[in-house]
């Protein structure tokens, strides 16, 4: 039984999908006016995590994310600069090219991290079309306002339900902001759903719409490109924990107010990562990349080792000490693995069925992997199976850590241990001084340690079973 946290109830539900055996998932992606930094990118980690764990227990996954590529303002409060324009004056490049470049990056880094890729990729420059129609029927239906030279607005004093998930206090926030609501809005919550360009301006990205030329709000994107690929309910979306209190709670109100009915039934958010010296951020201009850690030589592998040590709801604690501890982990598990394809014994036993139930109990869990990490090692060291077997287990539960530990297993580049390379040149010397009995007890002695020597016209070739 999957249980998974669901925010809306603040429980831990059992998972039901709305289709049996196929779950509709989307995921908010990244908004590329930078690289993604590796707290952001812990965030697409638990989501891989998430897709695996369904995967695993036997559910088709249809799962779409997004690349917000115009739209994400520099504040949540509909102010402040439009981050792509922003990145084109920084870089010198047209906004059109720094969203290419940092969408091809971003894909990079999933790659380099294991994460699979969404069924789907859809852009938000690709879907005004769609951003339209929502807002014009959010208009039809009376939730939406005009500010003059600003934008359309939703008005969330309209939407009953608003906030409900992010359990808002909506009249402390209105007596809070009596003073300071910005020029225009309706009430605080109120949000952006089309801003105009400036007057005097031209803005290098920008469409004509009804109420004037400009471009979407950030959070109608991701309403109408999830309804346009997954409809109008679907099972899980996701996000990291700062999106429950505006981007989450503002796309279900608009949703919702068109819709009429509950539109998705799970929404889980992951925690963030924590720097020594507070959250990272992307605006703030100082942030780890992933390149950045590859650069310092760490396998990007380690790092998603390094996120499994905490279940998605807690905050993880950045430090290269604690990067330098997975990297450790990472490298033993590997020479394992290494060892257990070199040294093939067979050995069956009922803790085998024991592992599996307690990886699948942890798994299932809300996703509890540091428990699923401590069942991997368990099988490592579990002497009352064979290498055979230990090996089959933890490639069984790789599907859900992502690690790539058949490949570790499959590289024959793996160098020989000391002792046996020590076999094999003894093996080389003999045939050259032409001690055939010789070489033949090395050749049966290194077939025992699942090494196969062969003689070619270009000398003695050494294999693994
Ligand atoms: P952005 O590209 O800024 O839209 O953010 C991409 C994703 O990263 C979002 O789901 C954010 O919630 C998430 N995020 C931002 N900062 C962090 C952090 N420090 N740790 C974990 N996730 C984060
Ligand atoms: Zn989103």
């Not at 939703?154 to 910005?182: C, P």
């Not at 225009?184 to 990205?205: C, E, H, I, V, Y």
């Not at 099972?235 to 608009?254: L, S």
């Not at 107010?257 to 605006?283: C, P, Q, R, Y």
Request: charged share 25%.
């Amino acid at each position: 039984m999957l249980k998974l946290f669901n925010t809306l109830s603040r429980k831990k539900e059992t998972f039901k999908p709305i289709t049996p055996g196929f779950v509709t998932l989307y995921t908010c992606g990244p908004t590329v006016y930078n690289y993604a930094h590796i707290g952001n990118l812990r965030t697409y980690l638990f989501e891989d995590i998430l897709k695996r764990v369904l995967l695993y227990n036997s559910l088709r996954v249809q799962h779409v994310m997004n690349i917000t590529d115009v739209g994400h303002l520099t504040s949540d409060a509909d102010t402040g600069e439009e981050k792509m324009e922003l990145a084109s004056r920084r870089e010198g490049k047209t906004a059109w090219q720094i969203a290419d470049f940092y969408a091809q990056e971003f894909k990079k880094d999933i790659e380099r991290l294991h994460i699979l890729p969404p069924n789907v990729w859809c852009k938000a420059t690709d879907h005004i079309k769609e951003q339209v129609a929502l807002v014009k029927q959010l208009e039809a239906k009376g939730y939406s306002y005009v500010i003059p030279a600003d934008g359309v607005y939703f008005d969330t004093s309209k939407f009953k339900d608003y906030g409900t998930m992010a359990k808002l206090d909506i009249e402390g926030l209105k007596a809070g902001a009596r003073v300071e609501l910005s020029a225009g809005k309706r009430n605080p919550t109120d949000f952006a759903l089309w801003k105009f360009s400036p007057k005097d301006q031209k803005r290098q990205m920008e469409w004509p719409s009804p109420w004037g030329t400009g471009f979407p709000g950030w959070h109608i994107e991701c309403s109408a490109m999830s309804r346009a690929h997954l409809g109008d309910h679907f099972d899980i979306h996701c996000g990291g924990i700062d999106h429950i209190q505006v981007h989450h709670t503002n796309e279900i109100a608009q949703t919702e107010a068109v819709t009429g009915k509950k539109w998705v039934n799970w929404w889980m958010h992951g925690e963030f990562l924590i720097l020594d010296k507070g959250k990272m951020s992307k605006s703030a201009g100082e942030f780890l990349t992933l390149q950045s850690v590859i650069d310092r030589g760490y396998d990007p592998v380690v790092y998603r080792y390094f996120t499994l040590n905490a279940q998605y709801r807690s905050k993880l604690n950045f430090s290269w000490e604690a990067l330098d501890g997975a990297k450790h982990a990472w490298h033993n598990l590997q020479e394992k693995i290494k060892e257990f394809r070199s040294h093939h014994t067979t050995k069956e036993s009922s803790s085998s069925q024991k592992h599996k139930d307690a990886f699948l109990d942890a798994i299932n869990d809300d996703l509890n992997m540091p428990v699923a990490l401590s069942v991997l090692w368990a099988v490592v060291k579990d002497e009352t199976l064979g290498t055979h077997e230990r090996l089959h287990l933890l490639e069984d539960f790789d599907r859900v850590f992502g690690l790539g530990i058949a490949e570790v297993a499959a590289a024959q580049a793996v160098p020989l241990e000391p002792h046996l390379k020590a076999l094999v040149d003894e093996r080389a010397k003999a045939r050259k001084s032409r001690d055939f009995t010789r070489s033949d007890v090395l050749r049966k002695q290194l077939l025992e340690h699942g090494i196969i020597v062969e003689d070619s016209p270009d000398g003695q070739v050494w294999k693994r079973v």
